[in-house]
């Protein structure tokens, strides 16, 4: 007993040490007469703890109770009371499986999304696409569409970097390239569309109208995605078409004489027909969008939106004729200025559109409407009239209305 005394010295070795302790069976004649063995593997010493009386541990009985049976006829009684658990010979070894086994699970975890992220996106997206339109509404003697080439042509040079820097190429796959070739062709007519809007008649006017995109979304979706059309999507699509119908003003209703006109009614009209066209073409990208996915990197979306605007733009301003060099200074840098928030912008609304649902995301834009009253005021000394009011009051209304039943919808759904 005088060698086993050394173990009560020691600190216990318990399973939050992360070790195993394995026991070898020892001669008796090495150490005293009584000295049994003790055999655990791996899994038996991480379910039995470790005690001195020799009678709680079955295992050692088991493996030596013939020795015991054989032994105990000459065994004096007092001998069977110094029985106690006697490592004299133990070897220490660290658990190798143990913490892989933990780490598993850690390694396939996926990492947490934040929930706001998608409306955070569509939020700068927003706040983007406000600026290019005071800035577009601010730059004299360019036509909209050597605006929109422009912006075409710094968007590659922006973007082109980015593709090679994150590896995707500048085909796409090869199922989604007729996709990425249409929202090219569309998108682009849209911001054309917009712009020329912008130039033709009040900013908010123009915006209102363009913000109509998202009651045309969920018709569109339910021509082409199959999603379903309900009563409220008509109602609001009424809605929609009298706020369009209140800020346009069309003679046969409103008659010739009208305020609140920007030069004459005919460049309004035609805004205001190019604003409506806009908002259907950013209802068709945006429906393309959702088609296309994550499937597709968004730098890659953007590149097809700059490569087909430029070669469009520059086809047309060549049939035109309305080529014109920027003057020097302010305008060209707000032309550059242009270009990267419109990078900023696709980029963000993109990202937005391929981790948010359609209806937050339309919701979120109803600052763009906002921002357009609070810039046409402050830059431009323009206060809206009442017809503009309340169309822009029909049109967030039903965009809105049309955003938080689809939002509800898939809230109960999920």
Known sequence: MGDCNHSEHERALTLEDGITVAFHKVD?????????????DEETAQTRPLQGDSTASSGCDDATGEEKETRGNHRAPENRQKKTLCPPAFCVRAKTSSPRRERAPEDTEKPKRCSGLGLFYAFLSTVFFSIIALLVKTIQGLHAIEISAIRCFFQMLFVAPLLIYHKTGFIGPRDKRIYLLLRGFIGSNAMILLFYAVQQMPLADATVIMFSNPVFTSVLAWIFLKERCTIWDCVFTVFTLTGVILIARPPFIFGKHLSGIESNYSNHI?????????AIGAACTIVILRKIGKSVHYYLSVWYYAVIGLIECIITVSVLGEW??????????????????GIAGQSFLTKALQIEKAGPVALMRTVDVVLAFTFQFIFFNRAPTWWSLGGALCVVASTSGIALRKWYVSSRKS
């Not at 008796?28 to 655990?40: K, L, M, Q």
């Not at 035609?270 to 806009?278: D, N, R």
């Not at 840098?333 to 990267?340: G, K, S």
């Open 28 to 40: 008796s004649h090495d150490t005293n007469d009584d000295g049994d063995c003790e055999c655990f």
């Open 270 to 278: 035609k805004g205001a027909i190019a604003a409506f066209a806009g």
């Open 324 to 341: 014109k060099i920027p003057a020097c200074g302010r305008d060209r840098w707000m032309l550059m200025l242009i270009a990267v928030l």
